[in-house]
């Protein structure tokens, strides 16, 4: 053992589960790829205000689970807990919103909560966030969950739900909250969810010991007391995503752990992952810009999680094997350092062709060179030693049927590209 180990809570992927994770984000990409939303990079760390405005004081994330530090400066520094409040500062302080509205973007990367870590739950973790800023039309709303509805549908993850639900807004909002208040204070409860009736009364619905659960059945819920506007929206909103035929269902006690949300709020859920089956969520932030100081700019995105994605694929796959796509088609096999150079001009020139290649390093002897390129997965072997090189060939065995070919060295490589299936992008 080595004298240390990763900080407790960080998630990590080494090969061959790496694939899994790669494939994971590359899904949601490809996604917003095709909806037209650009890529964006954003800081992992930011000034703390810009959460402590921005996520809300009196959320859990702020309060308890951030990972604030001073820097060298005096500077109070915070590393990201999630992604929309440093998206948005970003946007502004480049000034996108002055150009064509909605701004379409994307981003992904780690994010960092103080959290108890278990399963499906880490302290570091990885997201895939996608956010259109911009705009008030409901469609943009259903675009987004489309776009990650398909992403999940593209990694044959079949079990999903999609949980909806509104919050209303800076009108309708503050009458439901008195009238929750109202009701929360008539309940046996502890001091501490006492106080959290009076912060954020919303937060007590998403209580998840069975005794406060328990006195919540008879709660108001906020879809009995959206405005005209909301209402309207909320509605168009749930007919655009059965027109696409997305099925999802009302969760009218759905509230999500972050403040600035408002109107559209919505989760995805994974019934195969036990207690964290949150595979991502989302929802509309129209305010947040101005209470970060920004202009008005109304705009809604979801955040996935990649990790319990990851896991949800290996749920709903149990017993098939992790993709190949960074297994090796040809492995290499030089005997011999003269063999060296011609076999690394060869395996370079394939992967230039869009085949995926590998090669023994570190002379390992015929045997144990050979042992590699069975695990490798490739379907040709290459060899290339002192016989084969004073004849200007290379043999070429095929380790599905162990038939072998000797090629003139000049042509080993359309010979193989000729058989094997491009996968990856081609070098010109
Ligand atoms: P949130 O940013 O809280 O809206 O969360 C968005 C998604 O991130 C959730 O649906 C989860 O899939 C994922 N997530 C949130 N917290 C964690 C965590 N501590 N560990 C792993 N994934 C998380």
């Given at each position: ?7 407790k ?47 809300g ?14 820097d ?19 946007v ?56 990650a ?7 044959g ?22 009238a ?21 009364p ?22 009995d ?11 168009r ?17 759905l ?169 990856g992008?081609?070098?010109?």
């Amino acid at each position: 053992m080595v004298d240390f180990q990763a900080p407790k809570g960080v998630s990590e992927y080494v090969p061959p589960r790496g694939a899994l994770f790669a494939e994971a984000l590359e899904a949601f990409t490809a996604s917003a790829r095709r909806a037209c939303y650009g890529r964006l990079e954003q800081a992992v760390f930011e000034d703390t205000q810009l959460f402590v405005r921005g996520v809300g004081e009196s959320s859990d994330v702020v309060t308890k689970e951030m990972y604030t530090f001073e820097d060298r400066g005096g500077r109070s520094i915070t590393l990201r807990p999630e992604f929309t409040a440093g998206l948005l500062r970003c946007v502004l302080e480049h000034g996108l919103n002055n150009g064509p509205l909605p701004v379409k973007v994307w981003t992904a990367g780690p994010v960092f909560r103080y959290e108890r870590p278990q399963s499906g739950r880490y302290r570091q973790f990885y997201q895939f966030d996608l956010e259109a800023l911009g705009t008030e039309d409901p469609a943009i709303d259903a675009e987004t969950i489309a776009v990650a509805w398909d992403a999940y549908a593209a990694l044959g993850l079949r079990r999903l739900r999609l949980l909806l639900n509104s919050l209303g807004d800076r009108e309708c909002r503050p009458v439901y909250r008195k009238a929750l208040q109202e009701y929360l204070r008539g309940l046996d409860l502890d001091s501490e969810t006492r106080q959290r009736i009076e912060l954020n009364p919303l937060r007590v619905l998403d209580d998840k010991r069975p005794e406060v659960r328990a006195q919540l059945t008879g709660a108001p819920v906020m879809t009995d007391y959206l405005c005209a506007a909301c209402a309207a929206h909320h509605d168009r909103v749930r007919d655009l995503l059965s027109g696409l035929s997305i099925p999802w269902s009302d969760e009218p006690r759905l509230v999500r752990g972050l403040d600035y949300y408002n109107r559209t709020t919505y989760e995805f859920d994974h019934p195969l992952l036990g207690a964290q089956s949150g595979i991502g969520g989302g929802g509309r932030y129209d305010g947040l810009s101005e209470d970060i100081g920004g202009p008005p700019l109304p705009s809604i995105g979801f955040a996935v999680g990649l990790d319990r994605i990851v896991l949800a694929i290996e749920a709903e796959r149990a017993g098939v094997p992790v993709s190949h796509a960074y297994s090796a088609q040809v492995f290499g096999v030089p005997l011999g350092s003269g063999a060296q150079q011609d076999m690394l001009t060869l395996v370079t020139a394939l992967r230039r062709a869009g085949i995926r290649a590998d090669m023994a390093f570190g002379h390992r002897g015929l045997k144990g060179a050979m042992k590699a390129a069975d695990r490798s997965g490739a379907s040709y072997a290459v060899l290339i030693g002192d016989h084969e090189r004073s004849a200007g060939l290379v043999r070429i065995r095929n380790l599905e049927n162990g038939e072998q070919h000797d090629v003139p060295a000049d042509a080993a490589a359309a010979w193989l590209t000729e058989r094997l299936p491009a996968e990856g992008d081609t070098v010109r």
